[in-house]
């Protein structure tokens, strides 16, 4: 089944463009010139990825996608004439997995729409059962299903929590500079500062509370164990 992505813009002209462009790769396609008409379509038939416009009239995209992200860590392109550094950070902070300034290519975008489905899908093509499960000291992770435990208690992350946790606990005790961690997370067309790693550790830590997510001063960050 083809996914489902819904476009949230206020112009009509760039609507139809994108919308053409992702049909023709099979993408089924719901446009809407709204915030508020997207998260009704939320509500009824939620799509498998926006791709959103950050200046709409009434809600903004910035609301918009704080509401999602408090609901689900479904992947958020944004797309914005607004191309300060600060926009960039704050969009992505907010939980969009990339951001695009217009005027953009609609190819570019159609890459980068691949690119996150790519980073995102699950891993069960690429692991047998036996390797979906994957336990540090008190985490435990399903890899197959994106499931996050710590203390035996389910935890509800984001894409980028979820990215960030698995690349530690696969590297339990390894080092990674913070530019190292921008491009695994983010990619590397990640254009924004590193301030976007020592934001997504701070609310990893705030979910995982004594998690052995070490600060290696002036470098970057390491998840402890002991079992190794």
């Known amino acids: 089944m083809s996914k489902h992505i819904g476009i949230v813009e206020d ?5 139809n ?7 023709k790769e099979d993408y089924q396609v719901t446009v809407l010139g709204s915030a508020e008409d997207a998260w009704e379509l939320w509500e009824t038939q939620p799509p498998d990825m926006w791709v959103l416009d950050i200046m709409l009239p009434g809600m903004d995209g910035y609301e918009f996608c704080k509401k999602i992200r408090n609901e689900s860590d479904v992947p958020i392109i944004i797309i914005s004439a607004k191309d ?21 290519s609609p190819r570019e975008l159609l890459a980068r729409v691949k690119r996150v489905f790519k980073r995102v899908q ?3 093509a690429q692991k047998e ?4 499960k994957l336990k540090v000291d008190n985490l435990l992770i399903y890899e197959n299903e994106r499931r996050i435990f710590w203390n035996g208690e389910e935890q509800e992350v984001t894409a980028k929590e979820y990215e960030m946790i698995l690349l530690f606990a696969e590297n339990r005790n390894r080092a990674f500079s913070r530019e190292e961690l921008l491009v695994k997370i983010w990619g590397e067309n990640y254009f924004g500062s590193d301030r976007a790693v020592d934001d997504l550790v701070k609310r990893i830590r705030k979910k995982l509370k004594g998690i052995s ?16």
């Open 11 to 15: 112009d009509a002209n760039i609507r």
């Open 213 to 228: 997510l070490e600060t290696v001063w002036g470098y970057g960050y390491r998840l402890r164990s002991e079992e190794d």
């Open 122 to 124: 699950p891993k069960e």
């Open 129 to 132: 059962p036996s390797e979906g």
């Open 84 to 104: 300060d550094e600060i926009d960039k950070i704050l969009g992505l902070e907010l939980g969009g997995d990339d951001y695009l300034t217009k005027p953009f």
């Open 17 to 23: 463009i994108v919308s053409a462009y992702l049909k």
